[in-house]
T-cell receptor, first 115, second 114 residues
Framework: AAGVIQSPRHLIKEKRETATLKCYPI?????VYWYQQGPGQDPQFLIS???????DKGSIPDRFSAQQFSDYHSELNMSSLELGDSALYFC??????????????FGAGTRLSVL | DQQVKQNSPSLSVQEGRISILNCDYT??????FLWYKKYPAEGPTFLIS?????DKNEDGRFTVFLNKSAKHLSLHIVPSQPGDSAVYFC?????????????FGGGTRVLVKP
């Protein structure tokens, strides 16, 4: 079965550079989520999109932006990178169903290293 | 303020025995709970979930118990296998029409010894 695809898997950037992370959700899933996991930490919610509209926003820095395109893939754009942005970035997708059931399926993640 | 807590950072269990992982939450708006398993350098893999209207859900070797009054859930793995060695995350969400973000606990590292 198709899973969530994230690219690139690894990314090395210098401080103050920009980075773009891509996410391709499971086919027919309508919601995409972005999470950040720092070293030794649990995943923290950044932002989500439902049917190409932003549906929720978490602790996402103003330097970051994201969008979901007509083909449902999503991109997380990160500018003015800081050392503290070094983390694993996970994308997840889900198919909205009634009753609050919300199983999110995660991609393998993008490891961003800011030097 | 951590709304989902896994107070045991690690657990060691013998192969064939039961693994019990615990999770506590504080937000009474949470109505859906999930357990994920994570290997290093991989994304979290969904294991099992439970809605707040239930107190138990079972899927093969995995059973999740929910005690709403205590705001506590647990994951039982029986029998434990060496391949179960991983980090397990408890996660919770509160119902929205769409885009229910997950709030994760800190994880419990499980080691199953042969």
């Amino acid at each position: 079965a198709a899973g969530v695809i994230q690219s690139p898997r690894h990314l090395i950037k210098e401080k103050r550079e920009t980075a773009t992370l891509k996410c391709y959700p499971i086919p027919r899933h309508d919601t995409v989520y972005w999470y950040q996991q720092g070293p030794g930490q649990d995943p923290q919610f950044l932002i989500s999109f439902y049917e190409k509209m932003q549906s929720d926003k978490g602790s996402i820095p103003d330097r970051f932006s994201a969008q979901q395109f007509s083909d449902y893939h999503s991109e997380l754009n990160m500018s003015s990178l800081e050392l503290g942005d070094s983390a694993l970035y996970f994308c997840a997708s889900s198919k909205t169903s009634g009753g609050g059931k919300n199983i999110q399926y995660f991609g393998a993640g993008t490891r961003l290293s800011v030097l | 303020d951590q709304q989902v807590k896994q107070n045991s950072p690690s657990l060691s269990v013998q192969e064939g025995r039961i693994s019990i992982l615990n999770c506590d939450y504080t937000n009474s708006m949470f109505d859906y709970f999930l357990w994920y398993k994570k290997y290093p350098a991989e994304g979290p893999t969904f294991l099992i979930s439970i809605s707040s209207i239930k107190d138990k859900n079972e899927d093969g070797r995995f059973t999740v118990f929910l005690n709403k009054s205590a705001k506590h859930l647990s994951l039982h793995i029986v029998p434990s296998q060496p391949g179960d060695s991983a980090v397990y995350f408890c996660a919770a969400s509160a119902f929205k029409a769409a885009g229910n973000k997950l709030t994760f606990g800190g994880g419990t590292r499980v080691l199953v010894k042969p």
